[in-house]
């Protein structure tokens, strides 16, 4: 288990260039001071003058996931679940996190499932893990395989599918500027990668049919 935690700790693989050295609160607050310079605004203006201060406190919030461990979320397991070894699938979980590229949101839904072996994890834990991977900063494939990758190593259940669905804001306000359109990935480990047909009961228990 140390081991699994350590992997999903920052600085963990999942971050290519982990930071240590943060810089101060202060620093961060000039940087934003720039930014809105580099707007054509006045940061001296009375609307804008508390503006770096807030910003900051919001990064500190909307990338909050760099100081959480998703391995630990999911430490807690029961095993008193009457014997139930089916699919457990978590749906509709919302979340809003931020492309690598753009630094603008990405807004969407993750759906998580997974055939326990044993042991079940609490429902919120899934979505305190799909949390902590969209408060850094993503592409969504990488999203996707962090989610089911976590669960898969540390629940060892027999199998974990995932899909997220997500609109990307810098493809709606700036660049191609395509509003509307929707980027699926999905991620399969175990069971669900070796048989198509329980992919497709994943998928239909997603779209809302009984599977
Ligand atoms: N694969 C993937 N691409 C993403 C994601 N989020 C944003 N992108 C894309 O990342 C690419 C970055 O392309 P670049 O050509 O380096 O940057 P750019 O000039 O800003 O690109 P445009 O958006 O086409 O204007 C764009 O095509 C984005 O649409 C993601 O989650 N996954
Ligand atoms: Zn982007």
């Given at each position: 288990m140390d081991a699994v935690i350590k992997k999903f700790m920052p600085p963990s693989a999942y971050m290519e260039k982990p930071v240590t050295d943060r810089p101060t609160e202060a620093e961060a607050e000039a940087a934003v001071r720039t930014l809105?310079?580099?707007?054509?605004?006045?940061?001296?203006?009375?609307?804008l003058v508390d503006t770096p201060k807030r910003v900051v406190k919001a990064y500190r919030e909307m990338f909050g996931g760099y100081d959480k461990c998703?391995?630990?979320e999911l430490g807690r397991t029961f095993e008193e679940v009457a014997g139930y070894d089916d699919l457990v699938l978590v749906k509709d979980i919302t979340f809003h996190s931020h492309c690598e590229h753009h630094m603008v949101p990405i807004i969407g839904?993750?759906?998580?499932?997974?055939?326990?072996?044993?042991?079940?994890?609490?429902?919120?834990k899934i979505a305190r893990v799909v949390d902590i991977f969209a408060q850094r900063l993503q592409t969504q494939e990488a999203m996707t395989a962090q989610i089911a990758g976590v669960i898969q190593d540390v629940l060892n259940p027999r199998g974990v599918a995932v899909?997220?669905?997500?609109?990307?804001?810098?493809?709606?306000?700036?660049?191609?500027?395509?509003?509307?359109?929707?980027?699926?990935?999905?991620?399969?480990?175990?069971?669900?990668?070796?048989?198509?047909?329980?992919?497709?009961?994943?998928?239909?228990?997603v779209r809302g049919g009984r599977g």
């Open positions: 809105l310079r580099w707007t054509g605004d006045n940061p001296d203006r009375e609307g998703p391995a630990e839904k993750a759906h998580v499932g997974y055939l326990p072996d044993g042991k079940v994890v609490g429902l919120s899909m997220v669905e997500a609109e990307h804001m810098c493809m709606a306000m700036r660049g191609i500027r395509k509003e509307g359109s929707t980027t699926l990935t999905s991620t399969f480990t175990g069971v669900f990668k070796d048989t198509p047909e329980e992919q497709v009961r994943f998928v239909t228990m």
